[in-house]
């Protein structure tokens, strides 16, 4: 058992204080929704390995009684394997497999264009002894200069908000990810926001997103976890003339939220689209 119900967590912060990584915050959703206190060991980039003892040289990282546990998953596996008495992240092992499906489409859809679209603010916002590197290998994993990669986002950003419509139909009729009360996917899918926050001075989504709601709430939780003073507000994005509807306003009219309950209900599309033949 943690000692003092207080588990050691490693944070990788910008100079705003902030927490940077994605995988960090899912993780420290992760702790605090098991019941644990944070005991945060502050830092940025460089110098992991020192104020880790040569333990790790990536976060996230926790330390429960003594015991190091590394990697977001591997810890959220831990965290759920040794205390399953306390709230479970992973309830049912069909949300670990939906969870990972959704993460692997998050980024894809978002989070990777939105680094392509804020790199030379991630750079700029982060501690100075950490800006050359951060620098040097965001500019290898993105195969150019971040100013280069960074230009032209205004003109890609509306794309990217329009690419969320599933996680807008998920969320729509539910609370969070997890239904009524929130497990790991709405940690791990948070992270990615968050993140954004920690970093982009230009905002991303409209101020009216229907994915506002979500974002808030799950922000709220573990006395206000995700509302920290150095984030920037992340919603205010307006629509310019030729650009793509920043979300779906006729959103909930087909598919899943379609109910056939007998003539009465399909009468009105059979007349607009004619007659089956």
Same mark, same amino acid.
């Given at each position: $058992?943690?000692?003092?119900?207080?588990?050691?967590?490693?944070?990788?912060?910008?100079?705003?204080?902030?927490?940077?990584?994605?995988?960090?915050?899912?993780? /420290?959703?992760?702790?605090?929704?098991?019941?644990?206190? !944070?005991?945060?060991?502050?830092?940025?980039?460089?110098?992991? $390995?020192?104020?880790?003892?040569? $333990?790790?040289?990536?976060?996230?990282?926790?330390?429960?009684?003594? /015991?190091?546990?590394?990697?977001?998953?591997?810890?959220?596996?831990?965290?759920?394997?040794? %205390?399953?008495?306390?709230? !479970?992240?992973?309830?049912?092992?069909?949300?670990?497999? +939906?969870?990972?499906?959704?993460?692997?489409?998050?980024?894809?859809?978002?989070?990777?264009?939105?680094?392509?679209?804020?790199?030379?603010? %991630?750079?700029?916002?982060?501690?100075?002894?950490?800006?050359?590197?951060?620098?040097?290998?965001?500019?290898?994993? !993105?195969?150019?200069?971040?100013?280069?990669?960074?230009?032209?986002?205004?003109?890609?950003?509306?794309?990217?908000?329009?690419? +969320?419509?599933? +996680?807008?139909?998920?969320?729509?009729?539910?609370?969070?990810?997890?239904?009524?009360?929130?497990?790991?996917?709405?940690?791990?899918?948070?992270?990615?926001?968050?993140?954004?926050?920690?970093?982009?001075?230009?905002?991303?989504?409209?101020?009216?997103?229907?994915?506002?709601?979500?974002?808030?709430?799950?922000?709220?939780?573990?006395?206000? !976890?995700?509302?920290?003073?150095?984030?920037?507000?992340?919603?205010?994005?307006?629509?310019?003339?030729?650009?793509?509807?920043?979300?779906?306003?006729?959103?909930?009219?087909?598919?899943?939220? /379609?109910?056939?309950?007998?003539?009465?209900?399909?009468?009105?599309?059979?007349?607009?689209?004619?007659?089956?033949?």
């Amino acid at each position: $058992m943690a000692a003092n119900n207080t588990i050691t967590f490693y944070d990788l912060q910008v100079s705003t204080g902030a927490t940077i990584s994605p995988f960090v915050w899912a993780t /420290k959703f992760a702790v605090r929704h098991k019941g644990f206190d !944070l005991d945060i060991v502050e830092g940025g980039f460089t110098g992991i $390995m020192n104020r880790t003892g040569g $333990m790790t040289e990536r976060l996230p990282a926790i330390v429960d009684d003594g /015991k190091w546990v590394l990697d977001s998953w591997g810890i959220v596996e831990y965290l759920d394997e040794t %205390y399953p008495d306390r709230p !479970l992240l992973i309830p049912h092992e069909s949300v670990a497999v +939906l969870t990972r499906a959704l993460d692997a489409w998050f980024w894809g859809a978002a989070v990777g264009p939105w680094m392509r679209s804020y790199c030379a603010d %991630y750079r700029d916002v982060c501690y100075e002894h950490d800006k050359e590197y951060v620098t040097s290998s965001r500019a290898v994993i !993105l195969g150019a200069a971040l100013e280069d990669v960074q230009a032209g986002r205004e003109n890609r950003l509306a794309g990217i908000s329009a690419a +969320l419509e599933p +996680l807008r139909m998920a969320l729509r009729e539910n609370d969070f990810l997890g239904g009524s009360s929130p497990n790991y996917a709405d940690y791990r899918i948070i992270g990615g926001f968050l993140w954004l926050a920690s970093l982009a001075q230009t905002p991303a989504l409209a101020s009216d997103d229907p994915l506002r709601p979500w974002v808030e709430r799950v922000c709220a939780l573990y006395d206000g !976890l995700g509302e920290h003073p150095g984030l920037f507000p992340i919603f205010g994005l307006e629509q310019r003339p030729g650009d793509v509807d920043l979300f779906n306003r006729a959103a909930g009219q087909g598919g899943i939220y /379609k109910r056939n309950t007998g003539p009465a209900s399909t009468q009105a599309e059979t007349q607009k689209i004619g007659k089956p033949a």
